[in-house]
């Protein structure tokens, strides 16, 4: 199995500050011959399932604030929340979709 | 709108079965793969199967292989998951999970509510 590793496991930001969260996989979850790293990031509030934000490491789902990024490639990636607002405040998820079993990370925590 | 809606909260004794429905609504059923994916609590999600509804076949993670079944009903645009041989650490919160790709991509854009099974004797 790809196990996907995310430090820290929280972190506390102030206000309109950047949050940085990093994600690294077991393997490379690059396809070479697309070129497209197969990891999704996902936001979960309490007591609501995971909301999709990032997919192919770095592509802003629709509706999603410019204010969150992901970048990297093939085993380290990185999302960055710049500007932290309120409404931030959340587990953020790492995933891998390239080979199965699909696996997450074990999520950071993000806080004010 | 698309919509999954899962079924109520069950609590089961080890080593009995339990069977989580998810109702689709809001798009064509058969396009579209559903999944099932876990989390316990304090946990980061786990990946359980998915099925092709259109011609019902299912892949499992080998972690869950024979003890999960899934199964779906196009006449009610209805999957269902059923887990047995309960075990104290199947404690989680179920959910059913939409992939977002009609081709299949293994991401997730449409989440149900979440059902949570409690295993206690």
């Known amino acids: 199995d790809t196990v996907m590793t995310q430090s820290p496991d929280s972190l506390a930001v102030s206000l309109g500050e950047r949050a940085t969260i990093n994600c690294k996989s077991s393997q490379s979850i690059l396809d070479t011959s697309s070129n497209k790293n197969f990891l999704v990031w996902y936001q979960q509030k309490p007591g609501q399932p995971p909301r999709l934000l990032i997919s192919?490491?770095?592509t802003r789902d629709s509706g999603v604030p410019d204010r969150f990024s992901g970048s990297g490639s093939g085993t380290d990636f990185t999302l960055t929340i710049s500007g932290l607002q309120a409404e931030d405040v959340a587990v953020y998820y790492c995933?891998?979709?390239?080979?199965?079993?699909?696996?997450f990370g074990q999520g950071t925590k993000v806080e004010i | 709108q698309v919509q999954l809606v899962q079924s109520g909260a069950e609590v089961k004794k080890p080593g009995a079965s339990v069977t989580v429905s998810c109702k689709a609504s809001g798009y064509t059923f058969t396009s579209y793969y559903l999944h099932w994916v876990r989390q316990a609590l304090g946990q980061g999600p786990e990946w359980v199967g998915i099925?092709?509804?259109?011609?019902?076949?299912?892949s499992y993670a080998q972690k869950f292989q024979g003890r999960v079944t899934l199964t779906r009903d196009t006449s009610t645009s209805t999957v269902y998951m059923e887990l047995s041989s309960l075990k104290f650490e199947d404690t989680a919160v179920y959910y059913c999970a939409r992939d977002r790709h009609q081709s299949g991509s293994d991401v997730f854009d449409y989440w149900g509510q979440g059902t949570l099974v409690t295993v206690s004797s």
């Open positions: 099925i092709n509804p259109s011609g019902g076949r299912t």
């Open positions: 192919w490491a770095s």
């Open positions: 995933q891998q979709h390239y080979t199965t079993p699909l696996t």
